[in-house]
């Protein structure tokens, strides 16, 4: 990716969504006034010639960030350590020391080890390419730190991040115990039935259990006996079909979320009205995404739509998302999330969205940005090892000139597009039409092609892999799921069904653990919260109850470090356990979960705990046996009952009432702390 590639958000400091000023035809570049891209873009143009543009703009390499913004390659200061020390006084200890001994083993924790971005300076364009052909071999650009024409991967000081994370001595550890090898069956429940899972978990190796911890953001006795009911080919078809599943309650109530349904033309011209009722478009996205995965029905759908908003990364916290962040979300992520990734990658580089984001609106025959053009081949298609170089990455770039920005609604400007023969990954075209159709059909054809690469569909291979399977996945199944995308063309659906028909899978039981955000979904979908408001809370004279509560929710998340579209840079987040791992945030999710079973947030509905189980046993260590089961969907182990039972000071044939003898929300908050909740 670029060097330096965080576009910041600018702080407005007493203002709400500012509703960018807009191109109009004449304006120049391409692109709005205002928006926020990389750090450092002039919008002035050099005396002469043609020029390289870096993520620094004209002339900028080299410089300090500007005060106030995020520094690459540092995290970000947290909340700290949230106290855990909220029970009565005589039990304090005994609790803290089982919540720490239960989940210490899956510690899932925002901003652990940061992703390295040294900045390094690009050379600008001092003498233009031939005129009429980007082919050339005359080196034009490049430092000793990145070769004009070299491989990036061999000269850049990161790799793929996942990866990068996984070459620590964790991610050797996590691999040992990965499952090898692998078959293709007839379908997932004949895959299911005929796998054995051999690896060491905690987790119980039932499949029914493992397809709803990995195909949903967490198992309900819903999603459970749907499962068993339909059975798992059925449900499966089931949730490959969203649009034949009905909307939830709490997705009807979307509709409270004012700019949810509004286009961006919509929004831009009800700014003042939008400002004056306090609502930030951009946000309310966050919210409704959080509302779907914790209430929605749809989950195999939106578990797509989250790996794909990390894979074609937009944040939304960039100066132009108030506008265009959650038509990106609807006409690019969820109208393509289970449809084909080349239609998708193309309909995104039509999207002001992605030019504002990348720069692409900066970027003109004679002011090449390079942003977006990297970004499609690093991030977005073959990947940072899939065979691209510098050479390739400035013909791109060249291409795809044109491309911008005007009253709001993607335009391609022809006279500001390059024409000449241009070469990339075998990509060769003239490109020599001055007719704006037959221009912009040239960059098309060119995503489509980088899109269906067979470096591509190992790229997307890979990352469904670790997404659905482990965070270092068998060679055999990243191999048969690439040869599935490249025989249908990049069509998703197919990809599914041969990963859930694949040993790889099935065999795979508590391989992966749950980030953050993943982990406090599956905290509200496990306790069974509604999204009505509790008796009696009315909200305030801006929003609605459920408009507060999803607001705190997202705000929780991002006081984690993880909320829906929160990445500021256009990698999205890491999928591997050894990238969150810290004590910090991993308290602050137990301690989530203790406010969620005190019913402490009024603007949703909350079982009460002693209601958690139908018939409470009469003695703890049944009482025990029975919670973990409702919350965790299995036993737990005698060690572990034993730390449970330690938290309440009882043994296990104490008697008890449904309260626990008052300790009811101390022992559900604990077993939400053990291994069985943080894996998935």
């Known amino acids: 990716m670029a060097d330096q590639n965080v576009p910041p958000r600018r702080p407005r400091p007493g203002r709400g969504w500012d509703g960018r000023q807009h191109l109009t035809a004449d304006a120049p570049y391409g692109t709005e006034a205002g928006h926020g891209g990389y750090a450092g873009n002039t919008g002035t143009l050099p005396a002469q010639g043609p020029q390289w543009v870096g993520p620094d703009g004209f002339g900028r390499q080299g410089q300090p960030q500007q005060a106030g913004y995020p520094q690459p390659g540092y995290p ?44 390094q300076v690009r050379g600008l364009f001092a003498d233009a390419p031939v ?25 850049r000081t990161y790799t793929e991040q996942n990866e990068s994370y996984m070459g620590s001595r964790a991610g050797a550890a996590l691999k040992k115990n990965s499952p090898t ?48 009911r339909l059975g798992i080919d059925a449900w499966l ?34 700014r003042d009205q939008l400002n004056e009722r306090g609502v930030q478009p951009e946000k309310e996205t966050v919210d409704a995404t959080i509302a779907r995965q914790i209430w929605s029905d749809r989950q195999l759908f939106e578990v797509m739509v989250d790996f794909w908003n990390d894979f074609l990364h937009v944040a939304a916290d960039f100066d132009g998302g108030e506008v265009y962040r959650n038509s990106f979300d609807r006409d690019v992520i969820r109208k393509h999330a289970l449809g084909s990734y080349p239609e998708m990658l193309v309909a995104a580089n039509k999207h002001p969205a992605l030019l504002l984001y990348l720069n692409q609106v900066d970027s003109r025959k004679d002011a090449v940005n390079e942003n977006l053009a990297r970004e499609n081949l690093e991030l977005y298609s073959v990947g940072v090892d899939g065979g691209y170089t510098e050479k390739d990455v400035r013909q791109a770039a060249m291409l795809q000139t044109g491309r911008g920005v005007a009253d709001g609604k993607y335009m391609f400007f ?87 028909s694949s040993s790889e899978f099935w065999a795979a039981v508590g391989q992966k653990v749950r980030r953050p955000m993943e982990y406090l979904v599956a905290t509200y979908r496990a306790l069974g919260v509604a999204p009505e408001a509790s008796a009696g809370f009315t909200g305030d004279d801006r929003r609605t109850p459920y408009q507060q509560g999803l607001r705190q929710i997202q705000d929780k998340m991002r006081e984690l470090g993880q909320y829906p579209m929160g990445k500021p840079t256009p990698d999205g987040y890491a999928d591997v356990y050894v990238a969150w791992t810290s004590a910090g945030t991993m308290v602050d999710g137990w301690n989530e979960a203790g406010d969620l079973l005190g019913g402490w947030r009024k603007q949703f509905t909350y079982p009460k705990p002693e209601k958690l189980v139908a018939r409470p046993p009469a003695t703890a260590g049944a009482y025990v046996d029975a919670l973990a089961v409702r919350l965790v969907h299995q036993k737990l182990s005698a060690k572990e009952k034993a730390l449970v039972l330690g938290v309440a000071g009882v043994s296990a044939t104490t008697k008890v009432d449904a309260t626990f003898n008052g300790a009811i929300a101390a022992v559900a908050r604990t077993i939400l702390a053990s291994p069985q909740h943080h894996l998935r």
């Open 131 to 155: 005129t009429g052909d980007a082919t050339g071999t005359t080196v034009t650009d490049g430092t000793a730190a990145r070769p004009s024409g070299q491989q990036p991967s061999t000269v």
């Open 181 to 228: 090898g692998g078959r293709i069956f007839s379908g997932p429940a004949a895959a299911a039935a005929e796998t054995q899972v051999t690896v060491k978990t905690v987790l119980a190796k039932d499949p029914i259990r493992h397809l709803a911890s990995r195909a949903t953001f967490g198992p309900t006795p819903k999603v459970l006996a749907d499962i068993k």
């Open 76 to 119: 970000q200061s947290g909340p700290g350590l949230p106290n855990l020390d909220d029970d009565e006084p005589g039990r304090r200890v005994g609790r803290r020391r089982a919540l720490a001994a239960l989940g210490g083993t899956a510690a899932v924790v925002a901003g652990g080890a940061a992703l390295a971005m040294t900045p």
């Open 414 to 500: 022809p006279e500001r597009h390059y024409l000449g023969k241009v070469k990339i990954l075998g990509f060769s075209h003239p490109n020599n039409s001055a007719d704006p159709k037959v221009a912009d059909a040239t960059i098309d054809r060119y995503i489509a092609y980088i899109a269906l690469h067979p470096s591509t569909a190992q790229y997307v291979a890979r990352s469904l892999a670790t997404r659905f399977v482990s965070d270092t996945p068998p060679k055999s199944l990243v191999d048969r799921l690439a040869k599935t995308y490249a025989a249908n063309k990049g069509l998703i659906k197919p990809l599914l069904i041969t990963l859930f």
């Open 237 to 270: 078809r089931w949730q490959l079909d969203p649009e034949k599943i009905a909307p939830t309650k709490a997705e009807l109530k979307l509709a409270e979320l004012p700019s949810l349904k509004l286009t961006p033309q919509q929004l831009r011209d009800q």
